[in-house]
């Protein structure tokens, strides 16, 4: 499967912003997908996931209570809704997938997006 991210940008503080992955081939729906996060001089870090089956799962409850994981098997796309966004929620952010059953952990996922970039100004 190739992944492709969009969506990325500047916004304020306090903003939204919603990022997409687009999967090709036909097999998308049997993958789990996940977002990761790498901001400057940092390593990536896990953000959410969602499983085939549509169970999400996301780093922190601060994450958790501002950004939504969904996915569209018929659209063959997964999003990430990020609202109330935060300074410290600058990075890039990847996309992947997975048909292992670890999705909180980079390590668990062998298909990777480009990534696209997050900027959050205060």
């Known amino acids: 499967v190739q992944l492709q991210a969009s969506g990325g940008g500047l916004v304020q503080a306090g903003g939204y912003l919603r990022l997409s992955c687009a999967a090709s081939g036909r097999s998308f729906s049997s993958y789990h997908m996940g977002w990761f996060r790498q901001a400057p001089g940092k390593n990536r870090e896990f953000v959410a996931a969602?499983?085939?089956?549509?169970?999400?799962?996301y780093a922190n409850s601060s994450i958790e209570g501002r950004f939504t994981v969904s996915r569209s098997n018929a659209q063959r796309t997964m999003y990430l809704q990020m609202n109330s966004v935060k300074p410290e929620d600058t990075a890039v952010y990847f996309c992947a997938a997975t048909r292992g059953d670890i999705v909180t952990k980079k390590e668990g996922y062998g298909y990777w997006g480009q990534g696209t970039l997050v900027t959050v100004s205060s």
């Open positions: 969602i499983s085939w089956r549509g169970n999400t799962y």
